[in-house]
């Protein structure tokens, strides 16, 4: 039962146009979501989150969109530069617990000179 | 500031072995998490201690499987006996106070691990 999906195995963005990351999750229990990125031998590195009462976070070229009507955020990176090549993962906590967080399987990020 | 630090980084070994993995969270944190990272399951948290107690090790695999964390500064996670299908990377992670009031975890670099 995956309760957070990153439908996206890759993609492949130009440098200097904009990334979108997408992640679908099916529990409404869900309060607090992540964004971690991940370089080949290095470990998962936090980015950015929203809590369920925001619709918006931003901070510098990142931003992360969150529509809780049809459970899906995304991240935005604009522009894209070619350091921003990377795994990203979105993750999800449920209000009742304060350490427990479900993963998405990761998409993996390209970007083209 | 020093990060999580986890050794080994990388660590082959046959099968029936006995494999420990050490972890040293960051220096205030008093959540510990260890996770694993394969291709069929993506990240798993195995066990998450606070202020040294394991509160949730359901995540362990089964009895091969087993953490202590016996002060503040040092973790262990230890496979006994190690199996071919416990290859996989392992990383422990830290934070404040686990995930209250938009806390985020730092994860170390990761102890891959190949079971042959």
Not at chain 1, 17 to 46: H, Q, V
Not at chain 2, 53 to 63: A, H, K, Q, T, Y
Request: with cysteine; net charge neutral; glycine share 6%.
């Amino acid at each position: 039962d995956q309760q957070v999906k990153q439908n996206s195995p890759s993609l492949s963005v130009q440098e200097g146009r904009i990334s979108i990351l997408n992640c679908d999750y099916t529990n409404s229990m869900f309060d607090y979501f992540l964004w971690y990125k991940k370089y080949p031998a290095e470990g998962p590195t936090f980015l950015i989150s929203i809590s369920s009462i925001k619709d918006k976070n931003e901070d510098g070229r990142f931003t992360v969109f969150l529509n809780k009507s049809a459970k899906h955020l995304s991240l935005h990176i604009v522009p894209s530069q070619p350091g921003d090549s990377a795994v990203y993962f979105c993750a999800a906590r449920t209000g009742d617990s304060n350490y427990q967080l479900i993963w998405g399987a990761g998409t993996k990020l390209i970007i083209k000179p | 500031d020093a990060g999580v630090i986890q050794s080994p980084r990388h660590e082959v070994t046959e099968m029936g072995q006995e494999v420990t993995l050490r972890c040293k969270p960051i220096s205030g944190h008093n959540s510990l998490f260890w996770y694993r990272q394969t291709m069929m399951r993506g990240l798993e948290l195995l066990i998450y201690f606070n202020n040294n107690v394991p509160i949730d090790d359901s995540g362990m695999p089964e009895d091969r499987f087993s953490a202590k964390m016996p002060n503040a500064s040092f973790s262990t996670l230890k496979i006994q006996p190690s199996e071919p299908r416990d290859s996989a990377v392992y990383f422990c992670a830290s934070s404040l106070s686990g995930l209250i009031s938009g806390n985020t975890i730092y994860f170390g670099e990761g102890s891959w691990l190949t079971v042959v």
